[in-house]
């Protein structure tokens, strides 16, 4: 842009952004308005238009651009126009907030923010601001908006402070500090306390941090005041973990967070959903703020155990919604326990646990107007999977076998148990079988009984649930081979039912992972199953798991079957690719005419059974699968490049790994001889990949293959012979620059 546009001219761009119906003239004036704020005549232009207030879309242009020019083109304006900036920045503020969308507020807000930051000379801004505009009630929302914002962009990393700038910056607002909380509201008190310069002892003794309190107490306040009140405290809590800095503070927050249990409990009644969640916040931040004073001193001081109290009252809950808000805290809690490993601190935390699973094995409950088996893709599932995977990393504390024994014995003193609360009872031990030793032989025997006679009648999903649990007790199974014929005709007849095949395939890859060796007398059987695959109800994802779990049978199996049923298994899928050769029908990705669907299942037998890399290396296909992978590694696709970057990793590692083997050598020389060939070309494709089409959170793998080429390149002694050390490391440095700068 040449020269500076009228006014008029922006207004009428301006208008056609908002208000023409022409998709095209709309698409130019945007164009053109973006280049004006471009332009170093955005500054004036942008005064003009808040000087006149002509209307709201002008208003916020203007307001927009002059925070856009603020804060990525400080540096057009020079040093003595820095004080004009500022004083017309704060009488349009004084002028126009009073009746201002809050959207315009925002903008200038932060636009006088970002100038306080940057400009030097302007020494204590927030009393300044207050000063201006705190005698004014009119006024009031713009100085709340200003004073939240302005400890927020301290840390913003599109102003690029400097560290002695920020440093100055803070020490300047710390000496503000008494004056504002005089001021500040709930959302913007949580503002300073996350920029950690609040004293605590001020805060402690003033009134204002009853008024958060207050709030969250009145079952009348409004939600978005009762929000504002919740971060508030959560920001202080965060705050107060710094004990030995913020001990008044804390003592203060523990009597106040303490007093909410009456009021969680009216919103529980009220089944006001967004005000238990609030105070499931507060619990939750109370409890890891003062997590390490209770390992110190457990149910002394600040270590009070009621804190576990109301957090349990909260996982309680009846909307599974309210529980999770919880689950990061108990992970940690069960970490440092781990750490610690005191059989003390795990019998004083144990009821805890107990009570925690007993509350989760009810959250875990399906409708009992549920039809069909567990859904898998909905909200409801993916909790239920956060669920299982907290029990596993707590069930520690408990014992596994307690758990396991303790929700049997639930279902089998209870008459007439409900399916819903049958199956989530199921599904909570399922997360636990692995756990269990596989010597215990009172409980597992009485629930795989039980669940191999389930009766046809019974609930699809308890069904469907109990096959999970079968595959999930395959290392108990192991231990116990005469239950296994049971346990296989049980999945067998799973495996034909349209709902339980998938589910049934999975259970019977754990238990031929599991049970290697006494599945090999089955294995003909197992060939069978993988022959009818296509005509049972099984997902590709769970045919594949198959297959990984019978691959995993033959390394258990004596050579000459080895190589038999190995070429069995493989006969199956090239088959039915061969089929399609010849079929010739159209592809639909997914269906029995997807090739990928065959392929997948072999690159799952191979991944899983021994590796014969001798075989390959001395393959007259090596030098094209080479050129192949090379061709490939330029795939901006995640699963395919990282197939092929693993093949490339595995390829340079075979010359270099398990340097005792007798046939090291042979090996050696047999990638030598690729890499006098190839290497240079799988540099430079490497090399390409990097900077022109891969993204950054890609490299990774192809990082592995640079490191496998440096050390192969050392291991061969052939730096001397050429410069393919230094394109190595120039690779290197070219991958730590595309990192760096993502």
């Known amino acids: 842009m040449d020269s500076a546009p009228s006014t008029e001219t922006v207004v009428q761009a301006i208008q056609t952004l908002y208000h023409n119906p022409d998709p095209a003239c709309k698409e130019r004036a945007s164009a053109w308005l973006g280049e004006l704020q471009r332009s170093v005549f955005a500054w004036e232009v942008a005064d003009q238009l808040l000087r006149n207030g002509q209307d709201l879309e002008t208003s916020y242009f203007a307001a927009q651009t002059m925070r856009t020019k603020i804060q990525y083109a400080f540096h057009e304006l020079p040093q003595s126009a820095h004080q004009s900036l500022k004083e017309s920045l704060l009488n349009h503020a004084q002028n126009l907030v009073s009746n201002a969308s809050p959207v315009i507020i925002t903008q200038l807000a932060l636009a006088l923010a970002d100038l306080a930051l940057q400009v030097a000379g302007w020494k204590c801004p927030a009393k300044e601001l207050i000063e201006k505009f705190g005698n004014t009630v009119g006024n009031l929302p713009f100085l709340l908006e200003v004073l939240t914002v302005l400890p927020e962009e301290v840390n913003s990393r599109s102003l690029r402070l400097g560290a002695n700038r920020r440093g100055e910056v803070i020490e300047e607002l710390a000496e503000s500090c008494d004056l504002v909380i005089q001021l500040l509201v709930y959302r913007c008190l949580g503002s300073w306390f996350n920029l950690g310069v609040i004293q605590g002892e001020a805060v402690a003794t003033s009134q204002l941090l009853n008024a958060p309190f207050q709030a969250m107490h009145n079952p009348e306040t409004v939600s978005s ?28 927050l523990f009597q106040g967070v303490i007093s909410l249990s009456e009021p969680y409990h009216v919103s529980v009644a009220q089944e006001d959903i967004d005000k238990s969640l609030n105070y499931c916040r507060v619990f939750t931040e109370l409890a890891e703020s003062f997590l390490e004073l209770m390992m110190a001193a457990p149910g002394q001081g600040l270590g009070d155990l009621r804190i576990l109290d109301l957090l349990l009252a909260c996982v309680g809950h009846c909307q599974y919604e309210v529980a999770e808000i919880t689950f990061n805290f108990w992970y940690r809690l069960s970490e440092v326990l781990y750490k610690r490993d005191s059989t003390n601190l795990n019998t004083i935390f144990k009821p805890y646990f107990q009570r925690l699973i007993n509350s989760l094995s009810v959250h875990c409950q399906m409708d009992e107007d549920h039809e069909g088996v567990p859904d898998e893709t909905d909200d409801f599932a993916d909790f239920r999977i956060r669920v299982s995977e907290l029990i596993k990393d707590v069930v520690f504390i408990v014992g596994s076998i307690n758990v396991f024994t303790q929700l049997f014995r639930n279902l089998a003193e209870t008459p007439n148990t409900t399916w819903d609360v049958t199956e989530a009872h199921m599904y909570v031990m399922s997360a636990v079988a692995k756990n269990l030793m596989p010597d215990e032989s009172e409980v597992v025997p009485q629930v795989l009984q039980a669940v191999l006679n389930l009766p046809q009648d019974a609930h699809i999903a308890v069904r469907y649930t109990g096959t999970q649990l079968v595959g999930e007790l395959c290392e108990w199974i192991d231990r116990h081979p005469d239950t296994l014929d049971s346990v296989l005709n049980f999945l067998l007849a799973g495996l034909q039912h349209p709902k339980l095949g998938s589910v049934s395939a999975t259970s019977l890859q754990n238990i031929c992972a599991a049970c290697r060796e006494q599945m090999a007398r089955h294995f003909k059987g197992l060939l069978q199953i993988v022959e ?15 297959l990984k779990g019978i691959s995993l049978i033959l390394t258990k199996m004596p050579h000459d079957q080895l190589a038999v049923g190995l070429r069995a298994l493989c006969q199956i899928q090239a088959d039915r690719l061969s089929q399609l050769i010849v079929q010739n029908e159209s592809v639909k990705e997914g269906t029995r005419t997807d090739p990928t669907i065959f392929l997948d299942r072999l690159a799952s037998i191979f991944r899983f059974v021994q590796r014969c890399p001798l075989v390959i290396l001395h393959s007259e296909m090596i030098d094209a699968i080479l050129e192949c992978a090379m061709a490939a590694s330029t795939l901006d696709h995640r699963d395919a490049n990282a197939s092929v970057m693993k093949f490339l990793r595995d390829l340079v590692h075979t010359a270099i790994a398990n340097d005792c083997d007798d046939d090291y050598q042979v090996r050696r020389d047999m990638v030598e001889k690729l890499m006098v060939v190839r290497g240079p070309q799988l540099v430079q494709s490497l090399m390409s990949a990097t900077v022109f089409y891969l993204p950054s959170y890609m490299l990774p ?19 001397c012979e050429d410069d393919g050390m230094a394109r190595i490391l120039k690779l290197g440095r070219t991958l730590r620059m595309s990192t760096a700068n993502c």
């Open 701 to 719: 793998d192809v990082a592995d293959v640079v490191f496998e080429l440096m050390r192969y390149n050392r291991a061969a002694n052939s730096v």
């Open 532 to 546: 009818a695959l296509d005509n049972l109800h099984i997902s590709n994802e769970a045919a594949v798991g198959l």
């Open 225 to 252: 005041v009762h929000e504002a009140a919740c971060d508030c405290i959560c920001s202080a809590l965060y705050v107060a973990e710094d004990i030995t800095r913020y001990e008044s503070l804390a003592n203060c």
